[in-house]
Structures are given as structure tokens and as C-alpha cells.
T-cell receptor, first 116, second 112 residues
Framework: ETGVTQTPRHLVMGMTNKKSLKCEQH?????MYWYKQSAKKPLELMFV???????ENNSVPSRFSPECPNSSHLFLHLHTLQPEDSALYLC???????????????FGEGSWLTVV | AQSVSQHNHHVILSEAASLELGCNYS??????LFWYVQYPGQHLQLLLK??????LVKGIKGFEAEFIKSKFSFNLRKPSVQWSDTAEYFC??????????FGSGTRLQVQP
């Protein structure tokens, strides 16, 4: 149990489908993140939200659309994805985004996405 | 731009061997440094972290890491590995300018 819960754990979708990944954190944190983990590549930061406001978008294609309705929930809406988008998508949270407070990021178990 | 390099992509050791995994970062300012571990089929977990103070940081399961500012390095060490240490290890840096940046990871395989 990590305190960060992601659903679904596995998702297979066609290139024309619309699906969503969901993340919920039970740690009382204010910041939430989406990372992409592909084989043999560094973890790629996608989006950062702090107090529900997006603070970073790491040049992510518009076919990925995040939504943060409150500090405990984060969604990643997926539309017209490509096969190369197949990866493990990790949600994470931290107390804040201020390095001075020595924030530690806590990760969920990830959602394995396969685009066919 | 900040970046993290982990030069060892795959390391194979026998049980009881000593471990050192390299991590270098590129950023000239103050940083927080982390090592995360991902055991097979499990989520990323924090192994240890450096914020300030003693540059030799001790973490869980007998791991330690040393921050050498002049070398921009934060190498992970363990004197005697166990089969249960088989996992992927990720170094990460937080400069305060953007969210945590990770290295590409090192896959450690410990043979019994």
C-alpha cells in the first residue's frame, strides 16, 4: 500500500478510443504528478499540479489531457493515442513542490497502457 | 537544463559482493538528491535522500549514498548485496526549478 492508488492497473485501447486513467492519493498532499515510464528510457515527467493548478506541462502532446478536480484526485484522459504511447504511467504525490521543504515524491503502482 | 546520468545500465553481482552504482547530475546550484528502488512488480519506493548536512546518507536495507558536490555525484553503495536486492535503481535530482528529474535507471541482478 503506497498511499497513492491508480486505476486501472492495466488498459488496452485502440488508437481511436477514449479512456481515462485515475489516481487518488490518501496522504494529504497538495501536489500530484504524472510520469511516463518506457523501457530503457528515463522516467519522463508529464504534468505537475499543485493545489489543483497545473504548474508544469513537459511538452506533452495534446492527446494526453490531465484533470485535477481537487488535491486528492488526478486524471489522465487519453484520446487518439499512438502505439508508441504504450508505457507504464505513474502517478505520484508530494506535500508540495517547494524544494526548500525537502519534498519527497510518493509513487503509485502505475497503470500499464497498451495501445493497439 | 538539469539532467541525471546513470552510467551502469545493467549490473550483475553475486551475493555478498559489494555494490556501487554511479549517479551524476548536471546543475550548478543547490540540489536535493534521491535514490528510488523498484522491485519486480512493485512500485517505486524511496531508498534514501539527501537534502543538506552530512554528505554520507544512510537509507533502508543497508544502503548508503555519498554526495560529492565537486564531482556532481551521488553514488549508491552497499557493502554486501543480497538476492532480495535484485531490482531497478533510479537516481533523481530536485533543483527546485522543476519537478524531480530521474536517471534512466540501473537494473541490478544479484545471483544466489
Amino acid at each position: 500500500e503506497t498511499g497513492v492508488t491508480q486505476t486501472p492497473r492495466h488498459l488496452v485501447m485502440g488508437m481511436t478510443n477514449k479512456k481515462s486513467l485515475k489516481c487518488e492519493q490518501h496522504l494529504g498532499h497538495n501536489a500530484m504528478y504524472w510520469y511516463k515510464q518506457s523501457a530503457k528510457k528515463p522516467l519522463e515527467l508529464m504534468f505537475v499540479y499543485n493545489f489543483k493548478e497545473q504548474t508544469e506541462n513537459n511538452s506533452v502532446p495534446s492527446r494526453f489531457s490531465p484533470e485535477c478536480p481537487n488535491s486528492s484526485h488526478l486524471f489522465l484522459h487519453l484520446h487518439t493515442l499512438q502505439p508508441e504511447d504504450s508505457a507504464l504511467y505513474l502517478c505520484a504525490s508530494s506535500q508540495g513542490i517547494d524544494r526548500g521543504s525537502g519534498n519527497t515524491i510518493y509513487f503509485g503502482e502505475g497503470s500499464w497502457l497498451t495501445v493497439v | 537544463a538539469q539532467s541525471v546520468s546513470q552510467h551502469n545500465h545493467h549490473v550483475i553481482l553475486s551475493e555478498a559482493a559489494s555494490l556501487e552504482l554511479g549517479c551524476n547530475y548536471s546543475y550548478g546550484g543547490t540540489v536535493n538528491l534521491f535514490w528510488y528502488v523498484q522491485y519486480p512488480g512493485q512500485h517505486l519506493q524511496l531508498l534514501l535522500k539527501y537534502f543538506s548536512g552530512d554528505p554520507l546518507v544512510k537509507g533502508i536495507k543497508g544502503f548508503e549514498a555519498e554526495f560529492i558536490k565537486s564531482k556532481f555525484s551521488f553514488n549508491l553503495r552497499k557493502p554486501s548485496v543480497q538476492w532480495s536486492d535484485t531490482a531497478e535503481y533510479f537516481c533523481a535530482v530536485d533543483t527546485g526549478r522543476r519537478a524531480l528529474t530521474f536517471g534512466s535507471g540501473t537494473r541490478l541482478q544479484v545471483q544466489p
